[in-house]
């Protein structure tokens, strides 16, 4: 299985702020990278998909890139609703596998 | 819109089966992918598989022997059935559109399984 390795677990930034999430894919998914948000006691709401690609009703604050096997989610301009547990998924091979999770926390 | 709505006991035994059901409006199942994740306490999340808008299956290998996806298309339903379930199985079971690329573009909003006697 591709193991997702993702950092940090937990991080808290002030509002306005730019945070970034990191993911490294143990081989090379090809850009087969999804990242996700998951606010607490809701199911979680797919941001980006093949690294870099917005989804549909998603603020352009949330951004995707890569280099190599190393993926990253940025968020501009944090704002108070974006605490919430963020995952990568890589959806390059079976099994899917997900990141570990990291918990953001708006100050 | 699609919506996904999981259902199905709360609390399962060890050794049973646990069994939900996923119910779909505003989409045919008969098109895409319909998938099982689950999100275990401490956040890990496991995808369990699928089944295809022509009712092919795929499963993750650590799940193979004990897994089983089905659906009724009369009813826009799907349904997971876990064999020989552990406390290990306690989990929140989400079901999930997918697109044929395996993102999940939809989710239902959980169902909680604990797995004790």
């Known amino acids: 299985d591709i193991q997702m390795t993702q950092s940090p677990a937990s991080l808290s930034a002030s509002l306005g702020e730019t945070v970034t999430i990191e993911c490294l894919a143990s081989e090379d998914i090809y850009s087969n990278l999804a990242w996700y948000q998951q606010k607490p006691g809701k199911s979680p709401q797919l941001l980006i998909y093949d690294a870099s690609s917005l989804q549909d009703g998603v603020p352009s604050r949330f951004s995707g890139s890569e280099s190599g096997t190393q993926y990253s989610l940025e968020i501009n301009s944090l704002q108070s609703e974006d605490a919430a547990t963020y995952f990568c998924?890589?959806?390059?091979?079976?099994?899917?596998?997900f990141g570990s999770g990291t918990k953001l926390e708006i100050k | 819109e699609v919506q996904l709505q999981e259902s199905g006991p709360g609390l399962v035994k060890p050794s049973q089966s646990l069994s939900l059901t996923c119910s779909v409006t505003g989409y045919s199942i008969t098109s895409n992918y319909w998938g099982w994740i689950r999100k275990f306490p401490g956040n890990k999340m496991e995808w369990m598989g699928y089944i295809s808008y022509s009712g092919s299956t795929s499963y993750n290998p650590s799940l193979k022997s004990r897994i089983s996806i089905t659906r009724d298309t009369s009813k826009n339903q799907f349904f997971l059935q876990l064999n020989s379930v552990t406390t290990e199985d306690t989990a929140t079971y989400y079901c999930a559109r997918a697109l044929p690329w395996g993102v999940m573009d939809a989710w239902g909003q959980g169902a909680s399984v604990t797995v004790s006697s």
């Open positions: 998924q890589q959806h390059h091979d079976y099994p899917f596998t």
